[in-house]
Nanobody
């Protein structure tokens, strides 16, 4: 079972990026999926999560109104649309999946945790 994040890169402040997380090895349509990030010298933090049905989402206060999480269960992929990026959004972004119906804000609670993709926002 693998979660592969992609879409990171270098962008100027105020710009946009869309991250993707492709799941393989099993069907994740019944899994809660979330994004986390870890900035240099900081702990990993919750960014956004989405329930398996897309009926429920959750966002960190720092990204509300700027980031949108969505999923395509046919493609086994979750997305993170990031708009109005700020330099403080610079981090490695990770995706995670769990069968529990709740959206956990703790990285350790997720059954499957993927590799990250680097997002760098320049001023």
């Amino acid at each position: 079972v693998q979660l592969q994040a992609s879409g990171g890169g270098l962008v100027q402040a105020g710009g946009s990026l869309r991250l993707s997380c492709a799941a393989s090895g099993r069907t994740f349509s019944r899994y809660t999926m979330s994004w986390f990030r870890q900035a240099p010298g900081k702990e990993r933090e919750f960014v956004a999560g989405i329930s398996w049905s897309s009926g429920s989402t959750s966002y960190a206060d720092s990204v509300k109104g700027r980031f949108t999480i969505s999923r395509d269960n046919v493609k086994n992929t979750v997305y993170l649309q990031m708009n109005s990026l700020k330099t403080e959004d610079t981090a490695v972004y990770y995706c995670a999946a769990d069968r529990d119906g709740r959206i956990w804000a703790s990285w350790a609670r997720y059954e499957y945790r993927g590799q990250g993709t680097l997002v760098t926002v320049s001023s």
